[in-house]
């Protein structure tokens, strides 16, 4: 099936990014992106007009972004060029995207309120497990507040709150903030929120997205000494953002991104944003701010891809499995059979008493079992390490952090050795993740053991149980000394993980 691709160009208040997406059928991927911090919006607050400077910044960037999408043989029906807050509240946004137009030759659409709420609502349900709670888009310009309801917005509404106006009028200067300026933000914030008078009901879940949610989840990662493997999933507490919006006031702008996390071009922006963020969560009774690295680009990519399905990917973790194992490709057949073998193996396990069979556990180790070979895409020796880098660098949406790092350990053990958490031992310190950790490992291992002649010729796995031992027993067509021989080898780690001695 042939590749099609879309170039969605964001127009944003801050910043400008252009992001191609490639898709085949239904598997899709980021193939790249170009992005830079114009800042279209600076200055509006205090005149209501786009600024020369950086009108100029802003279709220097867009050019770019015109002879990109030529040099790539983007025609014009795969390039969808969006703008949002700053220019779309603009008194001059007419003459700008005349010049615009103008000078690249490409068409710019320019959202409204609902449109960008709507698209930031499509990126958080295809990139989260959110069924029941609100999204929060913040942009440089405005917020976009989105109630969700059985995985469908039920109610939305934008505000003018983003983060370079709110820096610009309540945050200006090069002095660190004082308590009075952010109970004046707060306090603003507060007041605009009161008609969406549903904030309230949206449910405990809230899911943030754009780039002051990510920074700030980076940084309280950081500050939580948390291995970085991407903020997808991140929880931000109320009382870790409290902390760090406090060290935040401490600083100058220019020195606030000495915070481990926190960029430079957002440095002097993300603690008004933080602000606002914090005000909303207050507001509506929230704990936590979960974190998605999908942005309104994504949004309108989803759009476009799912059309006939209203724009949301029927179940967010099994597409994010299924797209990666797409991505690097392996012995299907084998794949398949082993993900068979091993979740067959958790249910006779489960059945015999040796844990509770959480249903949360198996389709961790349904992940692990379907992408534990990606990495023979790199190489063989070693693939098993392969398999757990691509899985970290790649990320799954749909799964916290801890689930990404336990399907990532389970994969890297289903060769060999005794599990434990390696660089994950910030995700994985709990001792229930540990144990998890070794029941998925050998459950994959023996799994792969099981159909080590790649043949599928065991059909499958029985266990006997008693007190100090367990007897797999195999139906399998043709000879079954090579799968014996392979499964004999795990009596070590059956034995840690179930209390039991094993026997094939």
Known sequence: ????????????????????????GGEWKR???????????????????????PMERALSAFDVFAHFCRAAGL?????DAVATSAIRDATNAEAFLDRARERSGLPVRVLTREEEAHYGYLAAVNSTTLADGCVLDLGGGSMQLTQVAGRLETASASWRLG????TERFLPGDEPASRKQLDKLRA???TKLERAAWLT????????????VRNLASAVQRAADEPSIGVQGQCVSTEALDELIERLAELPPAERSKIPGIKPARADLVLAGATVIRTVMDVGGFAA?????????????????????????????????????????SDIAHTAHVERLALGLFDETAAAGLHDGDPVERELLSAAAALHDIGMSVDYDDHHKHSRYLIL??????????????????ARYHRKGMPDAGPMDGLLADKRDLARLDRMSVLVRLAEDLERSRDQSVRAAHLEVGSKRARLRLEADGDTAVPRWAAGRETELFQRAFGRALEV
């Open 1 to 24: 099936m042939r590749p099609v691709q879309l170039a969605v160009i964001d127009l944003g208040s801050n910043s400008f990014r252009l992001v191609v997406f490639t898709a085949t």
């Open 31 to 53: 193939t790249d992106e170009i992005y830079e911090p114009v800042r279209i919006g600076e200055g509006m607050a205090a005149t209501g007009e786009l600024g020369q400077g």
């Open 75 to 79: 025609g014009l029906d795969q390039v």
């Open 163 to 166: 983060a370079v106006r709110m």
């Open 188 to 190: 603003h914030v507060t």
């Open 201 to 212: 009901e949206c449910g405990p879940r809230l899911v943030g997205l754009g780039g002051t």
């Open 289 to 329: 701010l979960e974190t998605t690295e999908a942005g309104l680009r994504e949004g309108v990519f989803f759009a476009h891809l799912l059309a006939d399905e209203g724009g949301v990917v029927e179940d967010v973790r099994q597409s994010s499995v299924a797209r990666l194992a797409a991505q690097y490709p």
């Open 393 to 410: 660098s790649a990320g799954l949406p749909g799964f916290s952090p801890t689930e990404v790092a336990l399907i990532a350990q389970a």
